[in-house]
């Protein structure tokens, strides 16, 4: 292949990836605008409001984290079946999903509920601790609809349909800035909860968005021929199994680099209401710029599974490639943002001066490792869509809690630099990631199927 057909069929590529990732990107966005939106209307409360948010979203990212990744087995199972041309065999998959979905959900309220040991341990400064735990409170309760929406989610990103992602992201970010405000502050006529009314907000919109998503994949037309209430099915322990084989890698490798973030809130938050206050501002944003990436990935899970079940090894490498090109260019642009227009940007998210100016510093190091953590979920992604699970969970380990956090800790405590020194191991267990996870991407895409 010349240099033109190579470079015609990088951007055929691309704009496939592209157009698929487009409302995947719209729709993550969305989803993390929830937790913006509580932290920006916590930051209008109170600083101890901001910092109680700060500590009760990490542990709920726990509950999201660990929904995310054991849900992911579904859009490679989906679609490399999709790609086979097996579609009659989807439903199926999808049916014993929700089983293992609604095991999780209750799972999750139990673990959200009884939380004030962990916020303990942790060493959470006292008066911030009673309103973590009341948003906690609040928030438990839409863990359940959390998996049920992500079991919808994936089934329809299998399937390469990733608009409703999108559409119901956004109505239900608008559906909760208004009754969060409401709940938080006692606007018309609703009663003053402060961060608890927030978690309420929060799981009141889940509810919502899982219930339009239920009924959409009963109405869409790009879902009749699968058949997906056809029939009831208990639970079925072998195809459940399965999606565990490959789901529950996956999500102690989300886990492991979410730990990794939630471990730094909770250590930074040790260390006073201000830092806290200013590591959520800026781990929110960072956040914020990690949906596009993630979005990317998502996609490349999709057009490398669709490949894998074509038996097409050049098209598994073409898939895989054309979301790293992505991922480089949206990640230059994140970096830039954040070097440029911290100190703007941090104003938004609190009006608490001290609060702004570190987490402005924080929002340079956040650039640092805007590469790092693309490529990262690149990899992951092309490798999510071959079924490959196992070595990425060691990878994330090691890479993550073997490195970064022993890196983060050292400097930050030992050493005294405070939340700065904890994100330099952010920085470091990233790029570490990045480096074995590409690595391993690379090796497995030329063998055979």
């Not at 927030?198 to 037309?221: D, E, N, Y």
């Not at 990317?296 to 898939?319: E, K, L, Q, S, Y």
């Not at 190091?365 to 079924?387: E, T």
């Not at 400097?411 to 005294?416: A, H, K, W």
């Amino acid at each position: 292949m010349n240099a033109v057909s190579t470079l015609q069929r990088l951007r055929s590529e691309m704009r496939a990836t592209g157009l698929l990732a487009l409302p995947l990107v719209l729709g993550q966005l969305s989803s993390m605008a929830m937790n913006v939106v509580d932290t920006i209307l916590a930051g209008r409360h109170s600083a101890l409001t901001q910092a109680a948010v700060a500590i009760g979203t990490a542990v709920w990212s726990v509950a999201i984290l660990s929904l995310i990744g054991v849900m992911m087995a579904v859009p490679p199972s989906v679609a490399q079946l999709d790609g086979a041309g097996r579609r009659q065999e989807i439903a199926r998959v999808f049916r014993q999903s929700l089983w293992l979905a609604l095991l999780m959900g209750f799972g999750l309220w139990l673990f959200l509920r009884h939380a004030g040991w962990l916020l303990e341990l942790a060493g959470v400064a006292a008066d911030v601790r009673p309103q973590a735990l009341g948003f906690l409170d609040g928030v438990s309760w839409g863990a359940p609809a959390l998996a049920l929406l992500l079991c919808f989610r994936y089934l329809s990103e299998g399937v390469s349909l990733t608009r409703p992602t999108m559409v119901i992201g956004l109505v239900g970010l608008l559906f909760l800035v208004p009754l969060g405000y409401a709940l938080m502050f006692g606007a018309w006529g609703m009663p003053e909860l402060g961060a608890r009314g927030l978690g309420i907000a929060t799981s009141v919109t889940l509810w919502s968005q899982a219930s339009a998503f239920a009924w959409h994949l009963s109405r869409g037309r790009g879902y009749r021929d699968l058949h997906l209430y056809a029939t009831w099915e208990g639970p079925q322990w072998k195809p459940i199994a399965q999606l565990l084989k490959i789901g529950l890698p996956m999500g102690f490798s989300v886990f492991m680099e979410g730990g990794l973030f939630i471990a730094t809130a909770l250590i930074i938050g040790s260390l006073g209401t201000i830092p806290t206050a200013a590591h959520q501002v800026a781990i929110n944003l960072a956040s914020v710029t990690f949906m596009v990436p993630l979005g990317v990935a998502m996609a490349t899970t999709v057009r490398v599974g669709n490949a894998v079940g074509r038996a097409d090894v050049p098209g598994v490498r073409w898939a895989g490639g054309a979301g790293y090109a992505i991922t480089l260019v949206t990640q230059a642009a994140s970096a830039l943002v954040l070097l440029v227009g911290a100190p703007w940007i941090a104003a938004i998210w609190t009006s608490d001066r001290a609060v702004a100016a570190l987490a402005a510093q924080l929002m340079l190091l956040a650039a640092a490792f805007q590469f790092s953590d693309g490529i990262q979920a690149a990899s992951a992604g092309a490798l999510r869509g071959m079924k490959d699970t196992r070595m990425p969970m060691l990878i994330t380990v090691l890479a993550y809690w073997g490195l970064g956090m022993p890196m983060g800790y050292w400097l930050g405590i030992v050493r005294g630099e405070g939340a700065a020194g904890m994100w330099v191991g952010l920085i470091v267990g990233l790029t570490a990631a990045a480096v074995l996870l590409t690595w391993r991407f690379h090796v497995l895409s030329k063998r055979p199927l």
